[in-house]
């Protein structure tokens, strides 16, 4: 007898051997038993879960000599000429190659005689959606009003394709695609009946690489079968099927979620070297990280039958402890990052290019996350940390990223830049020390009391620093430095001789136009300022205003502050100018 593949010789035969569609098995076996038949019937579902293999069934069950009946004998003549496609009252029909509008009306004209022995004609229209507009007008009216003898069985793999006008004359049944749990098992039942070594990995493998089609998984298991002799190793089949192996996986995933952008790209050129289809490998690792996903909300317990992760005991372990320490959120952003990469990874002409800047542009996710702790006042000690997480000295690249103590050190030192003096560090506190950024930022400066002067007794110069203050810090770091006194109706700075700083300042329009408006607001219209040892300064060169604006006590203390050293480490930048916020 010539050699019968696996997928049709373990077709079912039976409903029972129908796996992974419980709910049509049920409404179909309950229909039979009490006669309650449709005129027509849709299935619908991806490739190899059993539509058209339920159609055949369920002409053995309407024309079983023992019939009708749920479940089909398989042994009397017309049981076994349907399973052999051989019976002339069972019509299957290929929709794709017989779409024409004559050879449905020439169909629907033989339809109107009765069988020729069984007790039903039944017709199956195998992917019915190819059909053409006019040939669905010309089945409309048998479909509707057919023969008490003539039952139609319409196969699909896209339901929306079918016109709703034949929709609504049919009992539609969606077949689901099959857990890989349950494909496992089956694939089993067939390795052991067949004789064929595989371990339970392998086929987990093959499982998931049969998508749900059952079809699909047990012609992969053929073929493995056949490529090793009647054994299946691990290796063979991930190489053959293309299925990555999960410490591999699990690497990829752990470098992404660190912002390892050296370790991805080794991996990504890994699997170029190596030969993997980089479109499924991108696949596979988006559905590694959706078990991570599913991990860190707790599943791996059993949802509808399945199991939410299908992965061996000990894999699904260590996944748990990473996806653990990723936290949902991250996760959750790593995989719509991933989602929407996905269709670029698919056109693209060279796809492991495509793979490798998806994967690396998720290794940046992680610098959005640390800049979030910043923003959200969550700055934490992170110095021995970052240090081994990136290698010895916790730096970037290019040699511009700060150590932890230089941070330290920098947080003890932000209030004195702030106003002006030389930062002076005489302990190093850790982060817990620094406080959340919105604390700092409510904490303003004190001028240095007794230096301002008694022209008012202190109060306009408080009064016309604090407008200064809110409007340009680094302006009233200036100020408070000099001494100032309200003689006269003018405002008088007297800055030291040889400091030229907050003249150089003022030489903008933009610094003046807003010394006059607070010098204006405090004392009234009619006031004015003056300098005692600057009015020549004003005019000063070009270039000695540049060599002033380098010593900027307002770009001493941004670059000395820990939020601004540590976002100029995650990015690897440099403070060009300080600009404050206009909040008028």
Known sequence: MAYQVLARKWRPQDFASLIG??????????????????????FSGIRGVGKTTAARLLAKCLNCEQGPTPEPCNVCTRCREITAGADLDVIEVDAATYSKVEQVRELTESLRYGPARDRYKVVVLDEIHRLSRQAFDALLKIVEEPPPHLVFVFATTEAE?????ILSRCQEFHFRRVASPLLSRHLRTIAEAEEVDVSDAALRL????????????????????????????????????????????????????DGRGGEVAALARRLEEEGWDPRNAFS??????RDALHLA?????????????????????ALAGLAAGAGYENLLRLLHHLLASEAAVRRSENGYLAVEIAWLRAAELPKLRRVEELLGGGL???????DAGRGEGGRRGDGR?????????????APTALSGDEPRVEEKPTRRDVGPVSEREETVPEPPGGDHGTGDEGGGIEAFLDRVRRRKQPLAAHLEADEMAFEDGVLVVRHPPGDDRLPTRLAKAANRELFDEAVAHTWGAGAAWRFEEGEAVAGAETGAADEQEQTDPATVAAAEHPTVQTVLELFGGEIDTVEEKDER
């Open 21 to 42: 569609q419980e709910p049509i098995v049920t409404a179909l076996t309950n229909a039979l038993s009490e006669d309650r038949i449709a005129q027509a019937y849709l």
């Open 161 to 165: 394709a079918v016109p709703a006008t």
């Open 206 to 257: 093959i499982a998931r690489a049969g998508e749900g089609s059952v079809r699909d998984s047990v012609a992969l298991l053929d073929q493995l079968a056949t490529f090793g002799a009647g054994r299946i190793a691990d290796q063979d089949a991930a190489r053959l099927v293309g299925g990555l192996d999960a410490r591999l996986l699990h690497g990829l995933l752990a470098a992404v979620l």
């Open 284 to 289: 596979q690792f988006l559905a590694y990280a």
């Open 297 to 317: 909300l707790g599943g791996g317990g059993e949802l509808d039958g399945g199991v939410v992760v299908d992965l061996p005991e000990e894999d699904a372990a």
């Open 380 to 386: 934490r000690d992170r110095g021995d940390d970052d």
């Open 401 to 413: 990223g700060a150590t932890a103590a230089r941070r330290e050190a920098a947080a003890a030192a």
